[in-house]
C-alpha cells in the first residue's frame, strides 16, 4: 500500500509539472521581446564609483517605442539589467541681469586748442565690470565722438573704446544715442575724451536788414546768427551685466514633418496632408503655407496607435496671414492639448470657394527626452533594447532616489547606429494577455482538482489497507463476498 500511495503522489507531481510547464521563468533579464539594440558609447572620462549617465532618445528609439516608452530596457556587458528612468531633458536655466552703478565725476578738463573736454569717474570698490557707459545729458542736436579709457588705481591707462558715436537728431527725427558699449574688463578708473565739446551752431531765424538808396532803390541783406553750444553731462552711469541662475528649463526640439500624402476633395473642397511624425513628443506645429491673404480653420488628427487609419481629433484652430498694403499679420502656429506620440499626423484645411491652400512645409515642437541611469563603474558594453509589444512597464527605484539627491548632473553619452536584435522572439501582445491568464487560471485550478481528487484516493487506499481481513465463519464477510 505505501508503494501504491507514493506512486500516486508522484504521478500527481509530474501532471503538475506538464500542465504548469512552459516557456522559462528564470528571473532576470530576457532580451527575447525586445526587437531592436543601440549601442551607447562609452563615456570619454568619469570618476570612479556610482556616476549617473544619461543618453538622449534619438527618432529611432521614438518610432519603435510604445506610450511612455515602457518597452526600453537597458542591460550592462553581463547582460543584467540596469536600471533607468525615462524624463523630459532639462538644462540649468540662466538669465542676464543688468545692474546699474552712478560713477563718481573726479575729474573734468578742456582742451581749447583740441576742442575736447575728459571727464575721470571713479567706479565703487565693489561695482562688477562695466559693460555700458551712458551719459546723462540734456543737450539736443548733437554729434560727437567719444574715446573711452580704464585702469585700475595704479596702472596705465588702457583704451577700451577708440571711437564711439553719439548723437542727437531730434530736431529732424527722433532718433537719439548716448550709450558707449564697453568690453567688460574691469576698472576703478574710466577716462571719456568728447571730441568737439564746444560746437557752433546756427540760431534758428534769419535776420534781414533792408538799406535804401536813392539811386538803387531798396537792397536786402540776411545774416545768419550763430549761437556756441557746450556740452553738460550731469551724471554718467554704467551698467553690468551678470548671469544669474534660474529653474531648470525644458530642452525643446525643431523637427520637420514629411509629407506623406496630399490631397484635396473637388466636392467638399477640403484640403488634407498626411505627415510623418514618427512618435516623437509633439506639442505644437508650425505651419508655412506659400499663399498671403488667407484665414482658415485647421483641424488637427492622430492615427490611433492600436488601429492604423484611425484617427482621433486633438485640437482645431484658425491660422491667418495677411499682407496688404500697410498691414502685415499672421499666425501659422497650432498647439496641442498636450504632449502627443503619433506615428502619423493629419491636417485638414475646408478651403470654401477659395483655392487651396499649398504647405511649403510643416516643423514640429516638443520636448527632447532623455534616459538616465546609474552605474557602479563606466562600462564599456551597455546596450539599449527596445521595440516590444509584450515586454510589460518596468519598475525601478531610480525615480524616487533622484527624487531625493536633486541637482545631480549626468554624464552624457551617445547612442549608435540601431540594429535588428538576433535573439529577438515576439512574445504575445499585451493586448491578448488577459484570455492567456484567463486559460491560466483554468489550468491551475485543474491542476488543484487533479492533485485533490489524487490525495483523496490515497486516504481511501490506506484506509482499506489498514482493515483486517475477514474470517471464513462470519456469515457478514460471506454476505460481502459470495464468491468465498
Not at 504548469?20 to 528564470?26: I, T
Not at 577716462?191 to 546756427?202: G, K, L, M, Y
Request: charged share 30%.
Amino acid at each position: 500500500m505505501r508503494l501504491q500511495r507514493i506512486a500516486a503522489w508522484r504521478m500527481a507531481g509530474l501532471a503538475a509539472a506538464a500542465l504548469l510547464a512552459g516557456p522559462s521563468g528564470a528571473c532576470g533579464f530576457d532580451p527575447a521581446p525586445f526587437a531592436w539594440t543601440k549601442a551607447i558609447a562609452p563615456p570619454e572620462a568619469a570618476d570612479p564609483g556610482p556616476q549617473l549617465y544619461a543618453v538622449t532618445l534619438d527618432p529611432d528609439v521614438h518610432r519603435e517605442t510604445r506610450d511612455g516608452w515602457t518597452d526600453l530596457r537597458l542591460a550592462d556587458p553581463d547582460g543584467n539589467e540596469v536600471s533607468h528612468l525615462v524624463r523630459p531633458l532639462r538644462k540649468p536655466g540662466s538669465r542676464t541681469v543688468a545692474t546699474e552703478t552712478i560713477a563718481e565725476i573726479v575729474a573734468f578738463e578742456t582742451d581749447a586748442e583740441e576742442n575736447r573736454a575728459r571727464i575721470t569717474v571713479r567706479l565703487p570698490d565693489d561695482a562688477p565690470a562695466p559693460h555700458r557707459l551712458i551719459l546723462d545729458t540734456p543737450l539736443r542736436d548733437f554729434e560727437k565722438s567719444v574715446r573711452v579709457e580704464g585702469r585700475s588705481e595704479d596702472d596705465a591707462w588702457e583704451t577700451l573704446v577708440e571711437a564711439a558715436p553719439i548723437y542727437d537728431f531730434s530736431r529732424h527725427v527722433r532718433l537719439r544715442r548716448t550709450e558707449i558699449d564697453l568690453p567688460g574688463r574691469p576698472a576703478r578708473l574710466l577716462r571719456v575724451e568728447i571730441s568737439d565739446f564746444t560746437e557752433r551752431q546756427a540760431a534758428p531765424g534769419v535776420e534781414v536788414i533792408r538799406t535804401a538808396a536813392a539811386t538803387l532803390g531798396i537792397t536786402e541783406t540776411e545774416r545768419r546768427l550763430m549761437r556756441e553750444q557746450v556740452m553738460r553731462i550731469d551724471r554718467v552711469r554704467l551698467i553690468s551685466l551678470r548671469t544669474v541662475p534660474v529653474p531648470d528649463e525644458a530642452v525643446r526640439a525643431r523637427f520637420d514633418l514629411p509629407v506623406i500624402e496630399a490631397t484635396t476633395d473637388p466636392e467638399t473642397r477640403v484640403s488634407r496632408w498626411v505627415l510623418d511624425a514618427g512618435r516623437r513628443p509633439l506639442d505644437r506645429l508650425d505651419l508655412a503655407p506659400r499663399q498671403n491673404n488667407f484665414y482658415r480653420r485647421v483641424v488637427v488628427e492622430a492615427e490611433a496607435p492600436e488601429a492604423p487609419d484611425v484617427w482621433r481629433r486633438l485640437t482645431e484652430a484658425d491660422i491667418h496671414r495677411l499682407r496688404l498694403g500697410g498691414t502685415e499679420q499672421a499666425r501659422l502656429r497650432v498647439d496641442l492639448p498636450r504632449d502627443i506620440r503619433a506615428a502619423r499626423i493629419r491636417l485638414s484645411i475646408a478651403n470654401g470657394d477659395d483655392p487651396p491652400l499649398d504647405l511649403a512645409s510643416v516643423e514640429g515642437r516638443g520636448p527632447e527626452v532623455e534616459l538616465v541611469f546609474l552605474a557602479e563603474e563606466p562600462d564599456h558594453g551597455w546596450v539599449l533594447h527596445f521595440g516590444s509589444e509584450s515586454a510589460p512597464a518596468p519598475r525601478y527605484d531610480l525615480g524616487r532616489v533622484l527624487a531625493r539627491s536633486p541637482g545631480q548632473v549626468p554624464v552624457r553619452l551617445g547612442l549608435g547606429p540601431q540594429e535588428a536584435n538576433p535573439d529577438h522572439r515576439p512574445g504575445l501582445p499585451l493586448a491578448e494577455r488577459p484570455a492567456r491568464l484567463l486559460f491560466g487560471f483554468a489550468v491551475t485550478a485543474a491542476v488543484l482538482l487533479l492533485v485533490w481528487m489524487v490525495a483523496r484516493g490515497a486516504t481511501r487506499i490506506d484506509a482499506l489497507g489498514q482493515q483486517a481481513p475477514p474470517a471464513d465463519g462470519d456469515p457478514k464477510a460471506r454476505q460481502r463476498n459470495p464468491e468465498s
